[in-house]
């Protein structure tokens, strides 16, 4: 079970109104939507609210809530997608990938991940690339599954130190940096709450206001919907341009090494 939150402005000059919307600012429903999660609502008087006030009394619930932009901007405290959307980077990247017609099999792809937070997600891509680079700090987290990763996919990592001064690989993961982000050949693709979109049909069950990241990860972690920890963004950010990760993986050229 979740929260979505929802915002209700008043700008009137109803004094009652006024006073009522700053004393009671949230309040929440008992029962969940048809949908599975259930509605919080605050209150806010042209547009600000007592957010002290807020975020005390929704304390209990907040990592479970997500919260509209506009509510955030005010300095509402909710649920954070940050983690989902650094797990669902590496989906991408294996989309990225592949729409760019080249044989995974035959790439180098190397993973920064210096606290070594990503062993997981990393052990996804032996599945269906040649070479695996994991810079990290942490090489006893990464040689920790060496076996398995032999006995599932007849492969491991290659683990380099972190300060290793070339990186290489043809692509380049890079969970950890703000925002996380993706490299191929020279450029720089981001994966952020604002660039993270979904098929066309997600987008129309999403509550108004609220990111299809923070959904998608709500959905995902509390409301029973693990496969979409398996789903990949369909839009990336690239030179402050939201665009198509399929088509620009077709004019990635795939020979680059950074």
Do not use: W
């Amino acid at each position: 079970m979740f929260y979505v939150a929802s915002q209700i402005n008043y700008c009137g000059n109803n004094p009652f109104k006024i006073i009522f919307h700053k004393l009671f600012p949230t309040k929440r429903a008992d029962k969940p939507t048809d949908d599975g999660y259930k509605q919080v609502t605050i209150r806010t008087y042209k547009g600000k609210c007592n957010v002290a006030r807020v975020n005390k009394s929704l304390a209990p619930i907040h990592r479970r809530m997500i919260v509209p932009k506009s509510l955030k901007e005010l300095g509402v405290v909710g649920f954070n997608s940050d983690g989902y959307i650094r797990g669902v980077l590496f989906n991408t990247a294996m989309y990225m990938i592949q729409s760019t017609g080249a044989s995974p099999r035959e790439l180098e792809v190397s993973v920064i991940d210096p606290n070594g937070a990503f062993v997981m997600r990393s052990r996804q891509l032996l599945e269906n690339i040649g070479t695996v680079i994991i810079y990290t700090d942490r090489q006893d987290k990464y040689r920790a599954v060496s076996d398995d990763n032999l006995t599932l996919y007849g492969a491991d990592f290659v683990i380099a130190p972190r300060e290793h001064k070339q990186i290489q690989g043809e692509f380049v993961v890079s969970p950890t940096e703000t925002p996380p982000c993706i490299y191929a050949g020279n450029e720089r693709f981001e994966l952020d709450e604002d660039s993270f979109t979904l098929a066309t049909g997600f987008s129309r069950i999403v509550p108004d206001g609220i990111s299809q990241a923070d959904y998608a990860a709500a959905l995902a972690i509390f409301g029973g919907q693990s496969r979409l920890m398996r789903i990949k963004s369909q839009t990336i950010r690239h030179q402050n341009e939201i665009i198509m990760v399929a088509m620009q993986g077709k004019s990635v050229d795939n020979t680059g090494i950074l």
